[in-house]
């Protein structure tokens, strides 16, 4: 699909207004003295708390979180793919929050929601009337044994999620490693977890560098499947497929890492047919991913079905509200939905939240759904990108129909995610977007 210079303009006008004005909101503003708990001051919680404070009148809005730094996550992989500094992604916590929520720099020890209060890391307790957990995940590095962060930036071992000073490491290791050739490895947990189709992206980075420095036909790459698919949306899956195979990346499938041995360079799986060792030169490491501890141990989690290990709390997949305590909501990654832990589907659940709490506080009911959107700028190469927007049902869902072709490697594409997402993002955190 070719995109002309009007579609081009009308899309960087659209953009533009995206991350300047801030979005509709419902109605008039409430006036309540409600007291609202925020758990996890991240994408969610900061967006949540700036749309609030516009919102109500007199309410006590708190958010608990004890992180200094807050991360801009979709710029990891920019980051480990040497485009960005480590920086990219840092600014302060305090730069989001609205002057006038009560910021508690702690993390919650205790959840109990039947006597409607949060215990603290140091034993304050914070009483709420309405509940809104947004505590992102858990990276459990500690669930692959032999693995430890400190090995990050040696023998080969990257971990792109870990965060933006992993990310460089991660870079430093792949750049080496691409200047000779090797075997490259690439896996994926098999939980839930944050943007699924990061790990693809960076086995395409790894491939891209090595054609360009003429090293690929050195060059064995690896890719671990955890079931029999790459993504979860058949036809992406498909295309992703093509594209391993036109790319001469070798697939193997029903691999989930359990353990590596940086000294032999061996990654351990567990599959169908029992634990397999796969050696590599370079690999991308990503644990499984779960709910922070506090909140799978707390009466909040699921406690029935797939989930239960992994801890995500137990809401309704359109409102976001617990299916078991009316009061209490989650939003972003720690949400248990079926698709949905990405800054976009962020940006859709937060606005979905908001009116339910909004609705409730004033005695009234919300109609406003979250169906499940979820968007991955899928990056196939420098400067290439494809922009692929679905929902729960995995119908694809493209912002920009016309424009942007979802299944097609776009220049167009990879500028949405290297400039124009960060502005979008930013909006989003202001409550603008």
Request: aromatic share 10%; glycine share 8%.
């Given at each position: 699909?070719?995109?002309t210079r009007r579609n081009f303009l009308a899309l960087s006008a659209g953009l533009a207004a995206l991350s300047t004005v801030p979005a509709a909101r419902a109605a008039q503003t409430v006036k309540t003295d409600a007291r609202i708990l925020i758990l996890g001051a991240g994408a969610a919680g900061t967006a949540l708390a700036n749309r609030l404070m516009d919102r109500l009148d007199g309410a006590k809005v708190t958010i608990l979180d004890p992180r200094k730094d807050h991360y801009y996550q979709p710029g990891f992989t920019l980051i480990a793919a040497g485009l960005k500094p480590a920086d990219y992604s840092t600014t302060a916590t305090a730069d989001w929050l609205p002057r006038d929520v009560d910021w508690i720099a702690e993390g919650a020890a205790e959840i109990d929601p039947d006597a409607k209060r949060v215990v603290t890391t140091s034993g304050k307790s914070i009483a709420y009337d309405y509940l809104v957990v947004a505590a992102g995940l858990k990276l459990d590095f500690e669930a692959i044994e032999g693995m430890s962060l400190d090995l990050v930036g040696t023998n080969g071992i990257g971990a792109v999620y870990a965060g933006p000073d992993y990310a460089a490491r991660t870079w430093a290791e792949m750049d080496r490693f691409t200047e000779k050739g090797g075997v490259a490895l690439f896996t994926r947990p098999a939980t839930e977890m944050k943007c699924a189709g990061a790990p693809l992206k960076y086995t395409f980075?790894?491939?891209d560098y090595a054609r360009r420095k003429g090293t690929r036909a050195k060059t064995e790459i690896v890719y671990a499947a955890h079931n029999k698919t790459f993504f979860s949306v058949p036809i992406v899956n498909e295309k992703v497929r093509m594209l391993f195979e036109d790319r001469a990346v070798a697939p193997v499938y029903d691999h989930v890492m359990t353990a590596i041995d940086p000294g032999r360079k061996i990654a351990t799986f567990d599959t169908p047919e029992g634990p397999r060792e796969i050696g590599y030169d370079f690999t991308n490491v990503i644990p499984p991913m779960r709910a922070p501890d506090v909140v799978k141990n707390s009466p909040l989690s699921w406690k029935t079905g797939k989930w239960v290990d992994e801890?995500?709390?137990?809401?309704d997949k359109h409102s976001l509200r617990h299916t078991r305590y009316p009061n209490v909501f989650a939003v972003g990654d720690v949400a248990g939905v079926p698709k949905g832990k990405t800054a976009a589907s962020v940006k859709w659940q937060v606005p979905v939240v908001e009116d339910h709490l909004v609705a409730q506080i004033a005695g009234r009911e919300s109609d406003a759904r979250y169906d499940g959107y979820t968007s991955c700028p899928l990056i196939t190469r420098i400067g290439r990108a494809m922009l692929v927007?679905?929902?729960?049902?995995n119908n694809l869902t493209p912002s920009f129909p016309g424009v942007i072709a979802p299944l097609e490697e776009l220049w167009i594409s990879w500028l949405m995610k290297e400039i124009?997402?960060?502005?979008?993002y930013n909006a989003m955190l202001r409550g603008r977007a």
């Amino acid at each position: 699909m070719q995109t002309t210079r009007r579609n081009f303009l009308a899309l960087s006008a659209g953009l533009a207004a995206l991350s300047t004005v801030p979005a509709a909101r419902a109605a008039q503003t409430v006036k309540t003295d409600a007291r609202i708990l925020i758990l996890g001051a991240g994408a969610a919680g900061t967006a949540l708390a700036n749309r609030l404070m516009d919102r109500l009148d007199g309410a006590k809005v708190t958010i608990l979180d004890p992180r200094k730094d807050h991360y801009y996550q979709p710029g990891f992989t920019l980051i480990a793919a040497g485009l960005k500094p480590a920086d990219y992604s840092t600014t302060a916590t305090a730069d989001w929050l609205p002057r006038d929520v009560d910021w508690i720099a702690e993390g919650a020890a205790e959840i109990d929601p039947d006597a409607k209060r949060v215990v603290t890391t140091s034993g304050k307790s914070i009483a709420y009337d309405y509940l809104v957990v947004a505590a992102g995940l858990k990276l459990d590095f500690e669930a692959i044994e032999g693995m430890s962060l400190d090995l990050v930036g040696t023998n080969g071992i990257g971990a792109v999620y870990a965060g933006p000073d992993y990310a460089a490491r991660t870079w430093a290791e792949m750049d080496r490693f691409t200047e000779k050739g090797g075997v490259a490895l690439f896996t994926r947990p098999a939980t839930e977890m944050k943007c699924a189709g990061a790990p693809l992206k960076y086995t395409f980075l790894t491939d891209d560098y090595a054609r360009r420095k003429g090293t690929r036909a050195k060059t064995e790459i690896v890719y671990a499947a955890h079931n029999k698919t790459f993504f979860s949306v058949p036809i992406v899956n498909e295309k992703v497929r093509m594209l391993f195979e036109d790319r001469a990346v070798a697939p193997v499938y029903d691999h989930v890492m359990t353990a590596i041995d940086p000294g032999r360079k061996i990654a351990t799986f567990d599959t169908p047919e029992g634990p397999r060792e796969i050696g590599y030169d370079f690999t991308n490491v990503i644990p499984p991913m779960r709910a922070p501890d506090v909140v799978k141990n707390s009466p909040l989690s699921w406690k029935t079905g797939k989930w239960v290990d992994e801890g995500w709390v137990e809401v309704d997949k359109h409102s976001l509200r617990h299916t078991r305590y009316p009061n209490v909501f989650a939003v972003g990654d720690v949400a248990g939905v079926p698709k949905g832990k990405t800054a976009a589907s962020v940006k859709w659940q937060v606005p979905v939240v908001e009116d339910h709490l909004v609705a409730q506080i004033a005695g009234r009911e919300s109609d406003a759904r979250y169906d499940g959107y979820t968007s991955c700028p899928l990056i196939t190469r420098i400067g290439r990108a494809m922009l692929v927007e679905f929902d729960y049902n995995n119908n694809l869902t493209p912002s920009f129909p016309g424009v942007i072709a979802p299944l097609e490697e776009l220049w167009i594409s990879w500028l949405m995610k290297e400039i124009a997402l960060k502005a979008t993002y930013n909006a989003m955190l202001r409550g603008r977007a």
